[in-house]
């Protein structure tokens, strides 16, 4: 910022900060505190602009069913799992993009694109289809691998962009004190691309957790989600506060992904705790 | 104790650029060398060589005798500092210091007591804890000049290492620099494109250009005798007029020196100090302009035919624009076919 520029911000409103907080505020918060007091609404009429009576029967209605704990197990297990193979699979391949020149590059990079250009229902039923011959269907590992192919253009775009910016020459100034390609990866290149490395698992759990449209198609009817169980459970209950509680109880992994990465992208100790 | 011997190397990129061309070197124990020409000429790449990041295309590069051609960089006795300092952003001074150390397993109470020693040797005693973007960009690389000593290795390598500093703290540090190469007596390749800083800094200098060595000598030689017209314009200020030898003699616009050599083509070399100049109204050449540095001054003069030349003067005062003045080289060199062919 210029020192003009400082005194000019005193007297002038940002009516742009203003409006995009309002917009925020309207489309964002205002649902969620609907939604919220929805959940701990036992009885909620119009025209009254707060319910007529607060309570917890729903939440004990839903926490009571078996097949929602589940579900929640389910879930829970299935995106680590996705994201966990996810990385183990992507960064090196990303860390190969980066780094390397090789011709296949920009065809792969093509055929990223390619995969995310056509409608993705269209896909997944032609990928059901195989599945359904290699009896994938309504298994835990054909979630799995449906989701895990989901997840791949964010595991890898992401690190790619993060490798490509650290610095070659802090790279080879650690090959000049002694580390072997494999030590420098894992004590300059990694912690270096750390932070943005974070966010690209933590996307890729929220993701995953909320896919709603591959995980209902294979795993039906072995294997049923969070969010494959709500539409469930509304279909068959068409209760507003049935709804309000499963989507607050969705909520959870976004909440818990943005704590964790406030402290993690933010305070750059998650960098620092991978050094030598 | 360490030598380095590089023997007809050769750096082509893919692509067909040929960075280094039949390159070959011998750097004495103990010797500072500088690597001077202008940018592109492939220092830069004939150092990453002798570090072992790249792989010459043909050559030999040996180090005590050892080929290490073929050695990857973390297996070589040699040390880098790298221009933008690389300092690993993540850890802080210490930790720099002593990730090679680290990497060799030493005992702990023994890094310590290394990083603090070199600590003391580039000035920076105390300054372990520190994140390196506290650091002001003479201090960082200070740093980097730590991290390489810290591990003793035979050949030390700096790629300009200064050149993002300002003026005043580059010579600062040059002469930093030099001590400490001369205090821990370590065999030393140091790329500049500066050649104010060769001159100060080296034993030897070698003048690269296209990948080749143009010429190599000490400071005072390459200065003084430069071999090509390339080293006579690089090095210093120098005035360089080509035209004619007729008859044992150069003319160029009232600028005329004798040139016993065969008639033809010459370039004549004369530094500005060199170049005597008298008042004289009616001469064909004339000042174009004064300008002063305190300590000397320069006059700018117009040959009759427009070409100019420099030439240095003790007081500006004594001279002012437009004033006709006679030439009188003191010593020049005459170049044909980029060889000396006189000296007068
Ligand atoms: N990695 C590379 N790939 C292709 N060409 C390169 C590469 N590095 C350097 N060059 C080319 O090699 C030549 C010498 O470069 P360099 O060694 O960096 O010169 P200097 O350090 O003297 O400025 C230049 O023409 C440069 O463009
Ligand atoms: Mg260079």
Redesign the interface.
């Known amino acids: 910022m210029t020192a003009r520029a400082v005194p000019m911000a005193r007297h002038e409103t940002d009516w742009v900060g203003i409006f995009f907080a309002v917009v925020l505020t309207l489309v964002i918060i205002f649902p969620l505190i609907v939604v919220a007091t929805w959940s701990v609404a036992n009885v909620w009429r119009y025209p009254a602009v707060i319910p007529q009576e607060f309570g917890l029967r729903y939440w004990h209605m839903t926490l009571a069913r078996a097949d929602m704990w589940t579900s929640i197990t389910t879930s829970i297990t299935l995106s680590l799992v996705v994201t966990a193979l996810s990385a183990l699979i992507c960064l090196p391949a990303a860390y190969a993009f980066a780094r390397m020149e090789f011709p296949a590059r920009s065809f792969l990079f093509f055929s990223f694109i390619a995969g995310q250009a056509f409608p993705k229902f269209g896909l997944l039923v032609a990928i059901a289809g195989i599945f359904l011959q290699l009896q994938l269907i309504g298994s835990f590992w054909g979630v799995v691998l449906i989701q895990l192919v989901g997840t791949l253009l964010l595991m890898i775009w992401i690190p790619v962009a993060a490798f490509q910016n650290v ?1 070659r ?2 790279e ?9 390609p494999l ?1 420098v990866f894992r ?2 290149t990694l ?2 691309a ?1 932070p943005t490395i974070a966010a690209a698992i933590l996307l890729t759990f929220v993701n995953t957790f909320y896919e709603t449209e591959g995980a209902w198609l294979i795993g039906a009817p072995g294997v049923r989600t969070m969010p494959v169980q709500m539409i469930f459970v509304i279909n068959n209950q068409p209760v507003i506060q049935l709804g309000a509680v499963l989507s607050v109880l969705l909520w959870v992994p976004s909440i818990f992904a943005l704590i964790f990465a406030r402290r993690v992208i933010g305070s ?1 100790s998650f ?2 705790g ?3 | 104790m360490a030598q380095l011997e590089i023997t007809d190397v050769s750096k082509v990129f893919p692509g067909g650029t040929v960075a280094v061309d039949r390159f070959s070197l011998k750097v004495a124990d103990g010797e500072l060398v500088c690597l001077l020409g202008p940018s592109g000429s492939g220092k830069s790449t004939l150092l990453r060589m002798v570090g072992g990041f790249e792989r010459p295309s043909s050559g030999v590069i040996a180090i005590d005798g050892e080929d290490v051609t073929r050695v990857p960089p973390e297996r070589r006795p040699t040390g880098m500092v790298f221009q933008s300092h690389a300092l690993w952003s993540h850890m802080n001074v210490f930790r720099n210091l002593a990730f090679g150390l680290k990497l060799r397993r030493l005992p702990k109470d023994e890094i310590r007591r290394r990083v603090e020693a070199v600590l003391e040797l580039v000035g920076l005693a105390g300054y372990g804890a520190r994140q390196t973007n506290q650091l002001s960009g003479g201090q960082q690389q200070r740093v980097a000049l730590a991290r390489s000593l810290v591990l003793e290795p035979k050949i030390l390598l700096l790629d300009e290492p200064f050149a993002s500093l300002d003026q005043h703290l580059r010579e600062r540090l040059r002469e930093e620099v030099r001590d400490i190469q001369q205090r821990l007596k370590i065999t030393t390749l140091f790329v500049t494109h500066g050649q104010d800083e060769a001159l100060a800094l080296a034993d030897r200098i070698v003048v690269m250009r296209d990948g080749r060595t143009e010429q190599v000598g000490s400071p005072d030689m390459v200065y003084r005798e430069p071999a090509t017209p390339f080293v006579a314009g690089f090095i210093g200020t120098m005035n360089l007029v080509e035209g004619r030898v007729a008859g044992g003699r150069f003319e160029r616009g009232g600028f005329g020196v004798p040139v016993p050599v065969a008639d033809g083509p010459v370039t004549i070399a004369v530094r500005p100090e060199a170049l005597g100049i008298a008042p004289s109204d009616g001469a064909a050449s004339h000042v174009h302009r004064v300008t002063d540095y305190g300590t000397h001054a320069i006059v700018d003069i117009e040959l009759a035919d427009g070409t100019r030349v420099k030439a240095m003067v003790r007081e500006a005062r004594d001279w002012r624009a437009g004033q006709g003045v006679a030439l009188k080289p003191e010593a020049f060199a005459a170049y044909r076919d980029d060889a000396v062919v006189h000296r007068g």
């Open positions: 610095d020459r802090m080879e100034a650690a090959r000049d004190v002694g580390a072997g030590r004590s300059i912690p270096q750390g750059g960098a620092r991978f050094g030598a």
